[in-house]
Each structure stands twice: as C-alpha cells, then as structure tokens.
C-alpha cells in the first residue's frame, strides 16, 4: 500500500521560506513516476506547485517557478518542497502526490495523480 | 497558463444523473493529454475518480463515467446518492506542467 505524509512546520514567518517534506512509504521513489505538490488556500481550489521526476528532473508552475525549489532524496525515500519569499497569500494545506508517467517509445501515458498525503496546514500571518 | 473551467455548483436529487463540465483549451484539455477527476469531502485530501479522460481506479463506482469532446471534458455520476456530495476538481497535464480546474460543489438535494 503506497503512503505519502507530509511534514514541516505549521506556522512560517513573512519572507521566509516555507519548507515541506513527503516521505513515500509502499513504493520506491527510485522506481519511477514524478512526485508532485499541490496546495490548497483555505476555502479555495487546488493549485498545481510543480513535480519531480525520480533522476531529479523538475517542472514547476510558471507563477511561482521564481520562488519554488523541488528535491528528491532516494535514499530517505522521500521529496521535498521550499517555497521562498513567502505572504500571507501563501496560507495554504499542502498536499503531496504521485503522478503515474508510463512511457513506450515516443508515447507516453498517465499523468495523473494516483496517491495522496492527508495534507498539512501551513499558516503565513499577515 | 489559465484555470480550467468548471462550474461552481452543481445539483441533483438522489437517483439522478448529473455531468460536470471542465473546459480547457488546445493545449491542455484539447491536446491528447488525458484529464483526471478528483473528489474531495470536506477535510480530507482529493481521490482520483477518473484518469486518463475515461479509466476508473479499482474501488471507484462504476456510476462515475468520463468523456471529452474537443476543449471540454466532462464527468457524469449516475444514480446519485448522499454520499456523493462533495467537491469535484478536474485536472490536465499540458505538456511540461499541470492545471486544475477550479472546482464544482456538488449537493445531492
């Protein structure tokens, strides 16, 4: 059974950097597939923040590619989030998924966000 | 890149059939990348529903179904029941980065 958990601290001060890290249970990082971070603004949607691919290949979402940073640890299993300069606007639950990319040639399947953490609320104070 | 499309409320009494729309554009929704669904109660972390435009995950209802015609991509769930009341996300991969739709609040009357 794959689990994700989300860890890091609830409460960051304006300007610092948010630092999150999902630790991967069930499944080897290393294996494959792209690990993602999604968050959640109280009340709101879900945002996209970026993924990384198990050899450290990154994508990130171009609003706030300047201010994110995504790592991989193979050998703690696990991956993490940084998020610079952050604002109140940056309150947010912050979820970490896997993301099945199946490849056969030139094709590619998949990219789709199979397993969840349960989230982890993280508070900027305005 | 944008939001995708979704409407912020859909209803529906217990029995009926109900479709979310989610609409994108050529380069995501309308590419051959495939769109996900999520539902998440209130609390509790999103579930995959759908992936791949139309593929049920093991343990899904098979009265959830997905379709796509051009930039929109739609979910149905038939025979609603209480339980089913929940938020709904689409979700699409657009080449180097993926993009959420912005979420239909489901109430079964």
């Known amino acids: 059974q794959v689990q994700l958990q989300e860890s890091g601290p609830g409460l960051v001060k304006p300007s610092e950097t948010l630092s999150l890290t999902c630790a991967v249970s069930?499944?080897?990082?290393?294996?494959?597939?792209?690990w993602g971070w999604i968050r959640q603004p109280p009340g709101k949607g879900l945002e996209w923040i970026g993924s990384i691919y198990h050899s450290g290949n990154t994508y990130y979402n171009p609003s706030l590619k300047s201010r994110v940073t995504i790592s991989v640890d193979t050998s703690k299993n696990s991956f993490s989030l940084k998020l610079s300069s952050v604002t109140a606007a940056d309150t947010a639950v912050f979820y970490c998924?896997?993301?099945?990319?199946?490849?056969?040639?030139?094709?590619?399947?998949?990219?789709?966000?199979?397993?969840w953490g349960q989230g982890t609320l993280v508070t900027v104070p305005s | 890149q944008s939001a995708l499309t979704q409407p912020a409320s859909v209803s529906g009494s217990p029995g009926q059939s109900i479709t979310i729309s989610c609409t994108g554009t050529s380069s995501d929704v309308g590419s051959y990348n495939p769109v996900s669904w999520y539902q998440q109660h209130p609390g509790k972390a999103p579930k995959l529903m759908i992936y791949e435009g139309s593929k049920r995950p093991s343990g899904v209802s098979s009265r959830f179904s997905g379709s796509k015609s051009g930039n929109t991509a739609s979910l149905t769930i038939s025979g609603l029941q209480a339980e089913d009341e929940a938020d709904y996300y689409c979700?699409?991969?657009?080449?180097?980065?993926?993009?959420f739709g912005g979420g239909t609040k489901l109430t079964v009357l």
């Open positions: 998924a896997r993301a099945p990319i199946i490849c056969s040639g030139t094709s590619c399947s998949g990219f789709y966000f199979d397993y």
């Open positions: 069930g499944y080897s990082i290393s294996s494959g597939y792209y």
């Open positions: 979700c699409s991969y657009a080449g180097s980065y993926w993009v």
